[in-house]
């Protein structure tokens, strides 16, 4: 129906016509792509002075606890290995999937810094933070 033509008699026949096709363009949302229990990493800011080619995501690994919808959005809510729950929501753009490899129990870890050692030749041992893990 063309405006000019609109008038108080027919006024709800174009805001019917209206409406159907305000619904056949609306975007149809996007099935959650990560589930309960996936393993996944967030995204880090990075700062002005950052170098590009440096990671752009976390070291720690996290597992998603709870999916939600908000106004067409999925949220994640989320906690790190040992079980303490994330303050906040994670949006699917800040998330990236960890593959099960990086989860296996026979994985070599980055040591991030050494904290104190004690012993001697051979008997010696070290006590050492792993990088992407928390400081627990």
Not at 17 to 25: F, M, P, T, V
Not at 77 to 97: S, V
Not at 108 to 120: A, C
Not at 127 to 133: E, R, T
Request: glycine fraction near 6%.
């Amino acid at each position: 129906m063309v405006p000019a033509v609109v008038n108080i008699r027919n006024a709800v026949v174009a805001r019917k016509n209206l409406e159907k096709r305000a619904l056949s363009q609306r975007k149809k949302s996007r099935a959650h792509i990560y589930s309960v229990g996936d393993h996944v990493r967030i995204s880090r800011l990075k700062g002005t002075f950052d170098k590009g080619y440096e990671k752009n995501y976390s070291e720690e690994i996290f597992k998603i606890t709870r999916v939600s919808r908000r106004q067409n959005l999925f949220t994640y809510e989320l906690t790190d290995l040992e079980g303490e729950i994330i303050d906040g929501f994670c949006y699917l753009e800040e998330l990236a999937r960890v593959g099960d490899d990086r989860l296996s129990q026979n994985k070599e870890f980055k040591v991030e810094r050494v904290i104190k050692s004690r012993g001697r030749g051979v008997k010696k041992q070290v006590f050492v933070k792993w990088l992407g893990y928390p400081d627990k």
